[in-house]
């Protein structure tokens, strides 16, 4: 580790910004050699250097929960091995060299149809973790989106973000794998020698503060929240020029006709938990065909390669984020259910991680003319849905997706009642 870089780490843990080495550039403090022999492991030249044999672990001294790991690595032969464990147990399972964990693969020079260099993410030894996508083999195991790895003697980046009991890699920048649905949730990081030599620098860490599940209904959970909509009028909202009756306060709630025109919030928002009821009013806009989504946000083909199709009594609404008609947590008829965001699962420049993750992964849909409740919390580009106490997205990146801006209540032809809008910074 560089001078300059130490002191760059120093100075932002100094900042109060969460990061924390944990490596010092000068010795293996906070570290343990679990398995391996004495000359396995050294500290050189500002780096944590592996000379491959034996396979072992070197872990560290405390456990962590929830947090982002960055580390660089790199391989000094054409085909190397070596690998990042979290949420690990202390010691090795009987009888092999590794442990129960979750492990990220360092690994060059090998490409298979089962595993890869680019990043893969599977479960060890005990061990369960459900792939963001599913493996050929059927393997918990994610293989990556794309190839991001570079070669023997060039450093790789990894940023591993681990967070109730989710696991995403960014490599060189880019999340290309995770999982979710892992056990253990709580663990050591180990470092993994595995047959060929490795160096690791610049290791850091930022532990990740326990959010109170949005379903805990307490007392404590309801604090802060406080109402965007009064009740009474539209005090602290925009209405669509031209359009403002199509927007009218009926009893407690809102009510659009679904003639034209959004309704926006005069404030903006950023990081935040919002509350809102709704449900469909008056006639559907009538059958139409719409497209089956599958679970990874495509659209599902028949033999024949044609779009298959469903005829639904069509019903469209939905709720814009921070100004932005991309970040709109959808509301609609379709049989995929709604809390999706359409801007990002139906955006093919993104990668095929993302626009799964912006898809429901369950129909939770109360039957038209009843009360649904939507709980969304945004945390700096990821987005949670639950819909009806089922969370339907969960933790889905949105790349770009502005830092703040107002809530949109969306306009899309279909007579529709909003209540009880809630809204927590």
């Not at 590794?98 to 599977?122: L, W």
């Amino acid at each position: 580790m560089s001078l300059t870089l130490t002191t760059c780490l120093f100075v932002s843990a100094v900042a109060g910004d969460g990061w924390t080495d944990l490596f010092d550039g000068e010795s293996l403090n906070g570290w343990i050699n679990v398995n391996g022999a004495a000359s396995t492991w050294r500290a050189e030249d500002g780096m944590i250097r592996c000379t491959g044999k034996p396979t072992c672990l070197l872990r560290t001294e405390r456990m962590y929960e929830d947090f982002v790991l960055e580390l660089e690595w790199m391989h000094h032969e054409k085909q190397g091995n070596a690998g990042v464990f979290v949420w690990s147990d202390a010691l090795p399972a009987p009888g092999v060299p590794f442990s129960k964990a979750i492990e990220v693969q360092v690994m060059i020079g090998v490409e298979t149809d089962n595993y890869t260099s680019e990043g893969d993410i599977f479960s060890i030894w005990g061990a369960t973790m459900t792939p963001d996508r599913p493996h050929p083999g059927g393997w918990a195991r994610c293989l990556p989106s794309e190839a991001r790895t570079k070669g023997a003697g060039e450093w790789n980046h990894y940023t591993i973000t681990c967070k109730d009991g989710h696991i995403s890699l960014a490599v060189n920048g880019k999340i290309v794998s995770g999982g979710y649905d892992c056990n253990p949730r709580k663990g050591y990081i180990c470092l993994e020698s595995e047959g060929t030599p490795v160096d690791f620098r610049n290791l850091r860490i930022k532990e990740l503060p326990e959010e109170t599940s949005p379903w805990a209904i307490d007392a404590n959970d309801a604090e802060g929240f406080r109402p965007l909509f009064n009740g009474l009028d539209f005090t602290g909202w925009k209405k669509p020029k031209d359009h403002e009756d199509n927007w009218t306060v009926q009893g407690t709630n809102i009510a659009h006709n679904g003639k034209g025109g959004d309704l926006w919030t005069t404030e903006s928002y950023g990081d935040f938990d919002m509350i809102v009821d709704w449900k469909w009013t008056g006639q559907s806009q009538g059958e139409m065909e719409r497209p089956i989504i599958t679970a990874k946000g495509t659209t599902a083909t028949n033999e024949d390669g044609t779009t298959q199709m469903v005829t639904i009594e069509e019903r469209d609404s939905g709720i814009y984020l921070r100004g932005s008609s991309k970040s709109q947590v959808n509301i609609w008829c379709w049989p995929i259910g709604s809390g999706e965001v359409w801007g990002y699962r139906t955006d093919e420049s993104q990668s095929a991680q993302t626009r799964a993750a912006a898809t429901p992964n369950a129909a939770a849909d109360s039957p038209v003319g009843q009360w649904n409740r939507y709980f969304i919390r945004m945390r700096g580009e990821y987005l949670t849905v639950i819909l009806n106490g089922i969370t339907v997205v969960d933790r889905a990146h949105l790349p770009g997706v502005p830092a703040e801006g107002p809530i949109g209540l969306q306009s899309h032809g279909s007579g529709i009642s909003f209540s009880n809008i809630l809204i927590r910074r």
